[in-house]
């Protein structure tokens, strides 16, 4: 997924870029079971709600140990020749890179 700096809608830079691994069935369609796995997981990354009752003395870090298996699972870092390969299919031309 990237987000595009667009000028008179031509690309001009790269905001951000992430890489996600889509999962995929047998017969080549989007594994739906593993699809909605990912996106449960991704829900529970965002970090807890202040609970009143919670001690002030114990951190609540599920969503960090989440966030090292969501991004195990479901993400992938791309090498620099992928990403320029990218950076390249968009532009064509020299562009500000990551």
């Not at 999962?23 to 796995?37: I, L, M, Y």
């Not at 320029?84 to 031309?93: K, M, P, T, W």
Request: hydrophobic share 40%.
């Amino acid at each position: 997924m990237l987000f595009l700096e667009m000028i008179d809608r031509r690309p001009v830079g790269i905001q951000n870029m992430d890489c996600f691994v889509i999962p995929f069935d047998a017969k080549g369609r989007v594994d739906r079971k593993e699809w909605e796995r990912s996106m449960r997981l991704a829900m529970e990354l965002l970090p807890p709600v202040l609970d009143k009752q919670s001690s002030k003395q114990v951190i609540d870090a599920r969503h960090r140990f989440l966030r090292r298996r969501y991004d195990h699972e479901f993400k992938w870092r791309p090498t620099r020749k992928v990403e320029e390969a990218i950076v390249d299919a968009i532009f064509r031309s020299t562009v500000t890179k990551l």
